[in-house]
């Protein structure tokens, strides 16, 4: 028999819980694996957070996870209530409703659906899951339009602040100061600040980093290179994530992806040193099967695909062919099973096409951001940005 356990968290409301558990009984008999049984843990996010860690090396909070069982036994499903709570908040949906979404998320995984792996996978796992909230979801038109929504919502939207210090370090003093710069972008709609700590501290510095990081609310990246005392600084500031770049001290800016021929096993041993201290790893790549391969092989959660070629392409055919580079790319990291982002020189003008990709979550843009803003704002700057990005996706 399924059941509901509580870790850490009190009992929901008497009738939630009755309609949550009808939904486990008719779960089990709406598929084959009719004498399974399976546990639904309803707890916080720390909790689900520390299995995240414990068990998926992701040390963040979700709001659901799933874990096989054996034999008639078919798995617990584990539920955030407290980032349900959250979410349902956030998208304007009800969190009843939201959470027996999550539960038959969380069902259809213990039942091999993977919605990251496969070209197909995503589809196949959302034709399902609307076809059970359909029939047990009582406010159904708008879990199901956020449902199909979700595999082409809008990516997200980094904002690098770098050369707001740029332009303080030209005259070596103390504005405009790009800690300054983060809060406005993120009143803009930024859903994260990227800041660059070069080797030579051109613009960036230790300051600016340590100071972003208690200010914005938002998740601070910090982009470095493999250097040793970069990485020990890493560790000690913490950010939520960190993305590891090829740097030269004499470029004007990064040139390329990060090289991992022959460098798997040092990558590795780094994405594994910041890992254990609590920071996810990107790995700024080339959009090419073979790097994403190697990429897999050191750990890394995330890859950002450099979209230089195309945001640099002249000609039509040359850009349609690097948008077509960057799409197999960006889904053959996704059956690796990777987070997906893109960045390097993508502007106001041909930031749609590969906005409109639905396989890449996240853009790091900064350059064009900031020139415009000295015409326009930061916020303002931003907030344009966002919207190109959120209409690449609607069709618009």
């Given at each position: 028999?399924?059941?509901?356990?509580?870790?850490?968290?009190?009992?929901?409301?008497?009738?939630?819980?009755?309609?949550?558990?009808?939904?486990?009984?008719?779960?089990?008999?709406?598929?084959?694996?009719?004498?399974?049984n399976f546990t639904l843990v309803l707890t916080n996010k720390e909790k689900i957070q520390e299995y995240n860690q414990r068990f998926l090396n992701r040390n963040f909070p979700t709001n659901v996870l799933s874990f096989r069982g054996e034999g008639n036994y078919l798995?617990?499903?584990?539920?955030?209530?407290?980032?349900?709570?959250?979410?349902?908040?956030?998208?304007?949906?009800?969190?009843?409703?939201?959470?027996?979404?999550?539960?038959?998320?969380?069902?259809?995984?213990?039942?091999?659906?993977?919605?990251?792996?496969?070209?197909?996978?995503?589809?196949?796992?959302?034709?399902?899951?609307?076809?059970?909230?359909?029939?047990?979801?009582?406010?159904?038109?708008?879990?199901?339009?956020?449902?199909?929504?979700?595999?082409?919502?809008?990516?997200?939207?980094?904002?690098?602040?770098?050369?707001?210090?740029?332009?303080?370090?030209?005259?070596?003093?103390?504005?405009?100061?790009?800690?300054?710069?983060?809060?406005?972008?993120?009143?803009?709609?930024?859903?994260?600040?990227?800041?660059?700590?070069?080797?030579?501290?051109?613009?960036?510095?230790?300051?600016?980093?340590?100071?972003?990081?208690?200010?914005?609310?938002?998740?601070?990246?910090?982009?470095?290179?493999?250097?040793?005392?970069?990485?020990?600084?890493?560790?000690?500031?913490?950010?939520?994530?960190?993305?590891?770049?090829?740097?030269?001290?004499?470029?004007?800016?990064?040139?390329?992806g990060l090289e991992l021929d022959g460098r798997v096993e040092e990558v590795k041993a780094v994405v594994k040193e910041l890992n254990k201290g609590g920071i996810k790893v990107s790995l700024f790549l080339n959009p090419e099967e073979k790097v994403l391969e190697l990429?897999?092989?050191?750990?890394?959660?995330?890859?950002?695909?450099?979209?230089?070629?195309?945001?640099?392409?002249?000609?039509?055919?040359?850009?349609?062919?690097?948008?077509?580079?960057?799409?197999?790319?960006?889904?053959?990291?996704?059956?690796?099973?990777?987070?997906?982002?893109?960045?390097?020189?993508?502007?106001?003008?041909?930031?749609?096409?590969?906005?409109?990709?639905?396989?890449?979550?996240?853009?790091?843009?900064?350059?064009?951001?900031?020139?415009?803003?000295?015409?326009?704002?930061?916020?303002?700057?931003?907030?344009?940005?966002?919207?190109?990005?959120?209409?690449?996706?609607?069709?618009?």
């Amino acid at each position: 028999m399924s059941q509901i356990n509580y870790l850490e968290i009190n009992p929901l409301p008497k009738d939630w819980e009755r309609r949550i558990r009808k939904v486990l009984k008719e779960l089990k008999n709406f598929y084959p694996k009719k004498s399974s049984n399976f546990t639904l843990v309803l707890t916080n996010k720390e909790k689900i957070q520390e299995y995240n860690q414990r068990f998926l090396n992701r040390n963040f909070p979700t709001n659901v996870l799933s874990f096989r069982g054996e034999g008639n036994y078919l798995g617990d499903i584990l539920v955030s209530v407290e980032k349900a709570k959250e979410e349902a908040s956030f998208y304007q949906l009800p969190l009843e409703d939201y959470l027996i979404m999550l539960v038959i998320h969380g069902f259809l995984h213990l039942l091999d659906y993977d919605h990251e792996k496969g070209l197909y996978a995503p589809w196949l796992m959302l034709k399902n899951e609307v076809k059970l909230c359909e029939r047990f979801c009582i406010n159904k038109e708008k879990i199901l339009n956020f449902l199909r929504r979700r595999e082409y919502m809008p990516a997200k939207l980094a904002v690098n602040v770098d050369h707001v210090a740029t332009v303080r370090e030209a005259r070596k003093t103390y504005y405009p100061d790009p800690v300054y710069a983060a809060v406005l972008a993120e009143l803009g709609g930024a859903d994260g600040i990227v800041v660059h700590l070069r080797l030579d501290r051109r613009h960036i510095k230790e300051r600016d980093v340590k100071l972003i990081k208690e200010i914005i609310k938002v998740k601070l990246i910090l982009e470095m290179s493999l250097d040793k005392a970069l990485i020990e600084f890493a560790k000690t500031v913490k950010p939520y994530q960190v993305t590891l770049v090829p740097e030269k001290v004499e470029e004007v800016t990064t040139e390329g992806g990060l090289e991992l021929d022959g460098r798997v096993e040092e990558v590795k041993a780094v994405v594994k040193e910041l890992n254990k201290g609590g920071i996810k790893v990107s790995l700024f790549l080339n959009p090419e099967e073979k790097v994403l391969e190697l990429a897999k092989k050191t750990g890394a959660q995330i890859v950002e695909l450099h979209t230089g070629k195309y945001a640099e392409a002249l000609e039509e055919n040359e850009r349609i062919k690097e948008l077509e580079r960057l799409e197999r790319a960006s889904f053959w990291a996704k059956e690796l099973g990777f987070i997906v982002h893109a960045g390097h020189g993508l502007n106001y003008e041909n930031i749609m096409p590969v906005a409109a990709l639905p396989t890449i979550e996240e853009f790091s843009i900064g350059h064009s951001i900031i020139g415009r803003a000295i015409m326009v704002g930061i916020k303002e700057a931003v907030k344009e940005m966002k919207e190109l990005i959120i209409r690449s996706r609607e069709g618009k």
